[in-house]
């Protein structure tokens, strides 16, 4: 019995190591990218603990530019993969794989998205109000994020469409 505990607390020890460097990457390839073309939205409130099976939502000018980042940097990793699912004009998916094991999903929004909640100008303006947030994770590292006009916008658009995202409603009254 004590030995089936100890086999079980070393996996999961592994296994949050594992976490935390998949997201150590994640993050280095942020603080890579050019700051004028993309924003991190609707950022998770265990921000820079994301856990497995989430969703980076990134707005984008240039989306194809980003694209390219992301898969030139994971090209050159070994045993990671992406896959590309295009949802519908301006919206990208992004599998990230390791092994063949999907950890994280990048939901990629351009100009050319057409949304009932917003018009062409939102993403745009969006990524140009943007703000650089400064964090530790092991290091320090650079994202970018909307301006809290934007993010409350964002948030409350994300919860018309889908008004079961709890957690949006949550950071609103924040």
Sequence with gaps: MLKKINIKLKKNFIWRIKSLYHLWL??????????N???????DYRFPF??????????????????????NFYEKKIKYNLTFNYKKPGNLQLDLFHKNNFIYKFDIYSVEYESVNHNK??????????????????KKFQI??????????????ELHTFPNKLHHNKKLRS
């Design 144 to 157: 970018e994020i909307p301006n809290p006009i934007m993010d409350s916008l964002i948030r409350i658009f």
């Design 50 to 71: 994301i856990k497995y099976g989430s969703d980076f939502d990134i707005y984008t000018i240039e989306i194809e530019k980003f694209t390219e980042y992301l898969t």
């Design 37 to 43: 073309i993309y924003v991190l939205v609707k950022e």
């Design 121 to 138: 100008n939102f993403i745009p303006e969006v990524v140009k109000s943007r703000l650089t947030k400064n964090f530790f994770f092991f």
């Design 26 to 35: 994640i993050y280095s390839l942020f603080d890579r990218i050019e700051k």
